[in-house]
């Protein structure tokens, strides 16, 4: 079977000077911590980077200067060069601003030049430096900041994120973001949930390899009683600060993975992270006892082989990233906040059970011929798991 050419997706980040997108980007990106971006100097006009993900997923990043001359370069000489064939835009407005009306027609001005050249562009707003703002206020500061730039989104529905450097946040918003681009995302979670269940797992976490965003996530009714709702990006968190301090001990650069795998057992539960396919990392987590341990471990090893030939394919379940339920639904202008289970993707949802749980409904479009579709799968990954009692390592009392 031919490989299919690698997708490309132009990603604009954009926003006024200082609002912080540089730093954003290398936390994201390029494995910096929150205190190593204060020596990140201005971005001058616009710096590219070509970032390879999986699925034969590549994002053209665009980290445009937020400077005056800048912007009026790309509203005008530049506008067919900058907002043409773009995939996303992703807007970043900082919420200590004191010219936010000014910061709304520039916006507006970007929306408009985007609209004539790429009406089919997805776009995401970011309220960000939340962390400057008062708890006792930062809900409502900021769902009237983004009232106010729904009202300047023209035909775009947007979907906007409270974030900060300092947190989990930002990693939410990213992996929601990531998540709506990757192409094959609907089979990737599909085969997950085959292999959740020969696994027995109470949760399955696929991160990205190079940022370890969350991809997406399936769960059993045992993991959705965990309390903690925003424990993915959590784990992003601790895992990208590992990695650095892996980094410090071995002189391998950030970029570089750094560890194969790595395990917790404790009486409640097993866990653990290891590489997956070439692009991504799995985080398992079981009931306790080393057999099940093994067992696991085991089989989500000779599971590898499988996604690694189905993630080459690149093909989506019959969705591409503008029919994703996530960025189309008007009402996710305001899902950061609450710590509630909400159906627009706020603080304590998950993208991959929203959309799992949508297909399982019938509302999404892979779930068509749904129990052809899971023989199929199982029969896909049939051979690739083995018995607890040939993947046992000792005794589960």
């Known amino acids: 079977m031919d490989q299919p050419k690698p997708k490309k997706q132009k990603v604009l980040l954009m926003g006024k000077s200082g609002s912080g997108k540089s730093s954003m980007r290398s936390i994201v990106f390029s494995n910096f911590v929150a205190k190593d971006t204060r020596r990140l100097g201005a971005t001058i006009d616009v710096e590219t980077s070509h970032l390879r993900l999986l699925g034969n997923l590549t994002l053209n990043l665009w980290d445009c200067g937020g400077q005056n001359a800048f912007v009026e370069n790309y509203l005008s000489s530049q506008a067919d060069h900058v907002f043409s064939n773009v995939g996303v835009l992703i807007y970043v407005f900082d919420i200590e601003s004191r010219e936010f009306d000014r910061d709304l027609v520039t916006y507006a001005s970007i929306i408009r030049a985007l609209s004539e050249r790429s009406p089919g562009a997805i776009v995401f707003s970011l309220i960000h430096k939340m962390d400057l703002v008062n708890d006792h206020f930062r809900e409502r500061i900021f769902r009237q ?22 947190d989990q946040s930002l990693y939410k918003a990213w992996s929601r973001i990531i998540y709506m681009l990757i192409p094959n995302v609907g089979m990737i979670e599909q085969h997950l949930r085959v292999l959740a269940a020969a696994l027995d797992a109470e949760e399955i976490v696929l991160f990205e390899r190079s940022t370890f965003l969350v991809v997406t996530t399936v769960t059993s009714p045992v993991g959705e009683m965990n309390p903690c709702k925003d424990r993915f990006e959590r784990l992003s ?20 993975p750094q560890f194969a795998e790595f ?7 097993n866990l653990f992270v290891g590489k997956f396919t070439f692009n991504t990392y799995i985080l398992v987590c079981v009931g306790p006892g080393e057999a099940t341990f093994n067992t696991a471990v085991l089989n989500t090893k000779l599971a590898r082989e499988h996604f690694e030939k189905m993630e080459g394919l690149g093909k989506g379940v019959g969705q591409g990233p503008g029919e994703k339920t996530a960025g189309n639904n008007k009402e996710d202008a305001a899902d950061g906040f609450g710590g509630k289970e909400k159906d627009d993707g706020g603080e304590g949802s998950s993208t991959g059970r929203e959309v799992s749980s949508a297909r399982d409904a019938g509302e999404g479009p892979s779930s068509t011929g ?17 018995k607890e009692r040939e993947g046992g390592g000792g005794d589960d009392e």
């Not at 900041?145 to 300092?166: D, E, H, L, M, N």
């Not at 968190?237 to 570089?256: C, H, R, V, W, Y």
């Not at 052809?372 to 029969?379: K, M």
């Open 370 to 386: 749904g129990e052809e579709e899971d023989s199929r799968i199982v029969e896909a990954l049939e051979g690739l798991t083995v």
């Open 145 to 166: 900041r983004v009232a106010a730039v729904r009202a300047r989104s023209g035909p775009y529905r947007i979907t906007a994120f409270p974030t900060s450097i300092w």
């Open 263 to 269: 395990g917790m057992k404790t009486t409640k539960f």
């Open 237 to 256: 968190n601790i895992i990208k600060t590992f990695k650095q301090s892996l980094s410090k001990t071995t002189g391998l650069p950030k970029a570089n």
